[in-house]
């Protein structure tokens, strides 16, 4: 898939249009960003999308610094940005897709940690608890939110849980896992300004419903042959984002009352 400079100019401003009107931080259900019923096919194509909010992550102030990471890591939007979109099943499954801008995807990924390399992030408090993301109880992590990596490679590596892959070591990917326990779809398709990832998934003993509040973020970091340089996030901004859930914006699941009932379609 291609896209001319005029449909990633549209686009971009579309995006910039959407992101507007996003209320972020702990908030009353009316207020927080809405993942509406959808119906997603996970193969990497935005057709699914049309109509949804997205959040633009593109600028400066998205910067995350820090772990040999700087200012000078990033040189504008066309080295790394991001906007993404979110969507439920009106079931249990979410559904994410991320269309980057990345002016050099290294493939076959270079560094021996998932998140040094070219990378999506997922963070998800889905119980809107805040705190920290996992406790230690007598030396063992105890998960409060996940921490998930999505690599942009073919086939895309999935890195869900840091309990059973502390340190997310490229050699140790979670695919299966990802597939078997929690319905784990993901494609992604390069295109000249980066590539657009989708993700669908269930989330392990959670169930999500119509008014469900769960915390989310979303970054990417970028590698562009010299090791991870930038990352940029949407919404927690400067501070240890991995380990405090304090700062990710609220989103509620919101079923669709227009859909035809489960089982006709
Ligand atoms: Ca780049
Ligand atoms: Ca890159």
Known sequence: MNYSTTTALVLGLAAL??????????????????FPEREITVDGDVADWSGATWYDVSNAGSQWLGQGITAEGWSGPSD????????????GKLYFIFDVTDDCVISPPAQPNSFLNDCVEL??????????????????KVLRGYEMHFLPTQPP??????RLSPMYPMAKPQNDLFRNQYAGEIAVRRNARG???????????????DGTMLGIDTDVCDDDGKGRESLLIWHSGQVNF????????????????????????
Do not use: Q
């Not at 249009?17 to 809405?34: F, I, T, Y």
């Not at 790394?80 to 079931?91: E, H, V």
């Not at 990710?248 to 859909?259: E, H, I, M, Q």
């Open 17 to 34: 249009a959407a992101s507007v009107g996003c209320v972020r931080g702990p908030v009353a259900p009316d207020k927080a960003c809405v």
């Open 80 to 91: 790394l940005s991001y906007r993404w979109a979110g969507s439920w099943d009106g079931k």
């Open 123 to 140: 963070m998800i408090d889905y119980n809107h608890s805040g705190g920290p993301r996992f406790t230690e109880v007598t030396g063992e």
């Open 157 to 162: 590596l999935v890195f869900v849980d840091d």
């Open 195 to 209: 590539y657009v990832m989708e993700i669908g998934f269930k989330l392990p003993g959670t169930a999500v419903g």
């Open 242 to 265: 991995w380990l405090t859930m304090d700062h990710y914006g609220t989103v509620v699941l919101r079923k669709d009352s227009t859909r035809k009932s489960e089982g006709t379609k």
